[in-house]
């Protein structure tokens, strides 16, 4: 089914290196649930891995300051700052990490994401820098409230 939406919020993401040589970014998403929002009601989703990369604005230029802080890239911004994609920022997560993992434990639909968990399978925990990393892939993805334009598998017709 095609249809326009945003995503209203995140349930799960599991999130790995890619295998695939010359894919940009070399990350795979093996697992994305959403709570997706049509304007006239809430339903749940899942995503492969090119919608979920669109769904979580995988392809949009950050800014790094020197304090490590996300931006968004607006036209005009000082070039003293280290510009890369969020995809990019999470392929560099993932070289230390083989999968990571993100959890919304809060009800559903929890449209601030307060409650998230992010977990590594490697014997590394996440520094605090990655869990900021992927709170802010998941409220960036939330947030912009632009609608997009999908097929989805639905799992559930209202939540």
Known sequence: MQFHCRVATILVLVLNKSTNQGETPNVKVRLAGFIL?????????WADDARAE??????????L???????????????????????????KMLKQHTSVTVKNCGIPPDFYCRDLDASSVSDKALSRLEDKLLKFIVLNACCKGSLVSLSIHWLSKHV
Not at 37 to 45: A, E, I, T
Not at 65 to 91: H, P, W
Request: aromatic share 2%; charged share 25%; with cysteine.
């Open 37 to 45: 929002d049509d304007g006239s009601s809430l339903c749940c989703g």
């Open 54 to 63: 669109l769904l979580l604005r995988l392809q949009e230029i950050v800014h």
């Open 65 to 91: 300051d020197a304090s490590v802080n996300l931006k968004l890239s607006k036209g005009g911004e000082n070039s003293t700052k280290l510009k890369y994609t969020i995809g990019c920022c999470l392929e």
